[in-house]
């Protein structure tokens, strides 16, 4: 009796003490710093802080996220990581490869992730067959975002093929209208080049290219066409465009200085954020082609020590999979759930027309990895096709001579 007590009082202590240990913590790295994003991080922070985590912000500006990745590396090289990172497709595997990654396979097999993620996100976020990141969304990439009173004022639709679109440009650029809002970074030019080889050369050409980089693909007649629009789609922009972030190029359609973005749809989280409604004050198309280009965000967690960054590691990998935080995340952050099954009762269009083009995608062989936001390619590949793609924007390179080089580079980063 005396030691059972004794046993008791002893476990409780403990508990106690582990209790008190392991208050959750995550020092969390993240690119999210424009409006749209920033709302959107918020309702993690919120959720994680709402179940007892002490969240500790890394925000590193910079969209797409290439000053994030370098702030990253500095972190694990002096060791000292953070806990818990945004990073996505081959990327994550690179740094497993490293031996940095915690593993969260415990999380995912309590939470039932193998039921609640579809296959092919699930897949990127396993490392040696044990999940390794969670996903919290599926961006898609090809869209072009159109105002709806410039489209009106100007007398033209939304462009279903590339002609349509170049002259639909032609009569804006008339009327004192900037046809394209760009900001002038390489991934900018890169999204766009991705979505212009789907539209011209189709989903099998855009995987043979970016996906497989087969070099016929790469230096082929089709690949000259794209370096073509690239071109006469330079034309497009206005002249202070250099250095421009991405969503500031979105406020230019928002205000109604220029009439289109062709960018993912974290640009409808700057359009919800202003206050705009879909179908009203701006228009969501796909850009002209098809098939889907996805990019799913996700969160892996980096090996640390301590009880309350481990819970806090664990805690957050639970409720970003958990269904209210893919709902409000999403709302906000302009893209759709990654988990199975969330409702789409409060979604709008834009994103009720993604899911469903993502089902249409998937079954029919068209839902491909986006290369430019870091899905289908290791780092170093994607990098040299982005340098010659910025390149060629930049400057008078051919298309011809684009298309070689392009062919060129890939070879030498292998
Ligand atoms: C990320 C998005 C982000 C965008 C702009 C993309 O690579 O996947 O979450 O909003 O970059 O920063």
């Given at each position: 009796?005396?030691?059972?007590?004794?046993?008791s009082?002893t476990?409780?202590?403990?508990?106690g003490?582990?209790?008190?240990?392991?208050?959750?913590?995550?020092?969390?790295?993240?690119?999210?710093?424009?409006?749209?994003?920033?709302?959107?991080v918020q309702?993690?922070?919120?959720?994680?802080?709402?179940?007892?985590?002490?969240?500790?912000d890394?925000?590193?500006?910079?969209?797409?996220?290439?000053a994030?990745?370098?702030?990253?590396r500095?972190?694990?090289?002096s060791?000292?990581a953070p806990t818990?990172?945004?990073?996505?497709?081959p990327?994550i595997?690179?740094?497993?490869?490293?031996?940095?990654?915690?593993?969260l396979?415990?999380?995912?097999?309590?939470?039932?992730?193998?039921?609640?993620?579809?296959?092919?996100?699930?897949?990127?976020?396993?490392?040696?067959?044990k999940?390794?990141?969670?996903?919290?969304?599926?961006?898609?990439?090809n869209?072009?975002?159109?105002?709806?009173?410039?489209l009106?004022?100007?007398?033209?639709s939304?462009p279903?093929?590339w002609d349509?679109?170049?002259?639909a440009?032609?009569?804006?650029k008339?009327?004192?209208?900037?046809?394209?809002?760009?900001?002038?970074?390489?991934w900018?030019?890169?999204?766009?080049f991705?979505?212009?080889?789907?539209g011209?050369?189709?989903?099998?050409?855009?995987?043979?290219?970016?996906?497989?980089?087969?070099?016929?693909?790469?230096n082929?007649?089709?690949m000259?066409?794209?370096?073509?629009?690239?071109r006469?789609?330079r034309g497009?922009?206005?002249?202070?465009?250099?250095?421009?972030?991405?969503?500031?190029?979105?406020?230019m359609?928002?205000?109604?200085e220029?009439?289109?973005?062709?960018?993912g749809?974290?640009?409808?989280?700057?359009?919800?954020?202003?206050?705009?409604?879909?179908?009203?004050?701006?228009?969501?198309?796909?850009?002209?082609g098809?098939?889907?280009?996805?990019?799913?965000d996700?969160?892996?967690?980096?090996?640390?020590?301590?009880?309350d960054?481990?819970?806090?590691?664990?805690?957050?990998?639970?409720?970003?999979?958990?269904?209210?935080?893919?709902k409000?995340?999403n709302l906000a952050?302009?893209?759709?759930?990654a988990?199975?099954?969330?409702?789409?009762?409060?979604?709008d269009?834009?994103?009720?027309?993604?899911?469903?083009?993502?089902?249409?995608?998937?079954?029919?062989?068209?839902?491909?990895?986006?290369?430019a936001?870091g899905m289908?390619?290791?780092?170093?590949?994607?990098g040299?096709?982005t340098?010659?793609?910025?390149?060629?924007?930049?400057?008078?390179?051919?298309?011809?001579q684009?298309?070689?080089?392009?062919?060129?580079?890939?070879?030498?980063?292998?």
């Open positions: 009796m005396k030691r059972s007590v004794l046993a009082l476990l409780i202590a403990g508990l003490a582990g209790t008190a240990l392991a208050e959750p913590q995550a020092e969390v790295l993240h690119w999210w710093t424009s409006g749209g994003e920033a709302r959107a309702t993690l922070m919120d959720e994680f802080q709402s179940n007892g985590g002490k969240w500790v890394m925000p590193v500006a910079g969209g797409g996220g290439d994030a990745m370098q702030a990253l500095a972190r694990v090289l060791g000292n818990a990172v945004q990073l996505k497709g990327s595997q690179e740094w497993y490869e490293e031996g940095v990654l915690a593993d396979s415990g999380v995912g097999k309590v939470e039932k992730w193998d039921l609640l993620l579809p296959a092919a996100i699930a897949g990127h976020m396993k490392c040696g067959g999940y390794c990141a969670a996903p919290v969304n599926v961006h898609r990439v869209w072009i975002w159109a105002n709806t009173a410039v009106a004022r100007a007398g033209v939304i279903t093929s349509e679109f170049n002259t440009a032609v009569k804006l008339a009327l004192g209208i900037t046809p394209l809002a760009h900001g002038g970074q390489a900018q030019d890169a999204t766009v991705e979505s212009v080889v789907l011209i050369g189709g989903p099998a050409f855009y995987r043979k290219a970016l996906v497989d980089l087969d070099p016929a693909a790469l082929s007649a089709t000259v066409k794209v370096f073509d629009q690239m006469t789609l497009f922009v206005d002249s202070n465009f250099s250095g421009r972030e991405w969503n500031l190029a979105t406020a359609v928002i205000n109604g220029a009439a289109f973005q062709i960018m749809d974290w640009a409808k989280g700057e359009f919800t954020a202003a206050g705009k409604t879909p179908g009203k004050d701006y228009q969501c198309n796909p850009t002209p098809a098939g889907f280009l996805y990019n799913v996700s969160f892996a967690m980096f090996k640390v020590s301590g009880a960054r481990e819970a806090g590691q664990k805690l957050l990998a639970k409720l970003i999979v958990g269904e209210n935080f893919q409000t995340f952050k302009g893209s759709i759930p988990r199975l099954g969330t409702p789409l009762g409060e979604f269009y834009c994103a009720r027309r993604s899911a469903y083009d993502m089902d249409v995608a998937a079954s029919s062989g068209t839902l491909l990895p986006s290369y936001h289908a390619l290791r780092g170093q590949q994607a040299a096709i340098d010659l793609v910025t390149q060629h924007f930049n400057s008078d390179m051919s298309s011809a684009a298309a070689k080089s392009l062919a060129d580079a890939v070879a030498n980063s292998r």
